[in-house]
């Protein structure tokens, strides 16, 4: 079973879009380029020594945006064998309008409680799913920036 959620949130469906696919460093890392336009840019997040390239697989303005792992350096301090857990998943945003705003609904392709790293990474995005809902409704969000 992949990792899934959905939330609410009281933001526009252009700024959603927007903060899931340009403004990444807003709510989530340290990313090495913020141009994302179309099916092929890559882009990587940095977390300490950690660090995932991303390919857009799939690019459709204001509705929907694929992420595939093309690259993994994944290091989660006490665990082992986790470096390129996240190779070849994908991370797919599917946003929709709703009478309050915008539900995003969130899945990691790949990331399933065979990984060593599924419970770390589990949490992890609970952390910073809720980071991105406070950086659209509060300019606020809760990135990890180490340089």
Known sequence: MNYKTT????????????????????WWGRVDNSDI??????????FEDTEWQFEITKFSMHDEIHWKCIFSNHTVPG???????????????????????????FEHVGLTPALNCYDVCNNGWDFFINSLKDYLENEGGSPRIVE
Do not use: C, M, P, R
Not at 7 to 26: G, M, R, W, Y
Not at 37 to 46: L, P
């Open 7 to 26: 939330i609410e949130v009281k933001s526009s469906q252009k700024n959603t879009f927007k903060a899931v696919s340009k403004e990444l460093n807003k």
């Open 37 to 46: 336009n179309k099916v092929g840019d890559i882009f990587s997040v940095y």
């Open 79 to 105: 665990l082992e064998n986790v470096k390129e857990e996240w190779l070849n998943t994908e991370i797919v945003w599917k946003l929709k309008e709703v009478e309050e705003g915008v539900e995003i609904s």
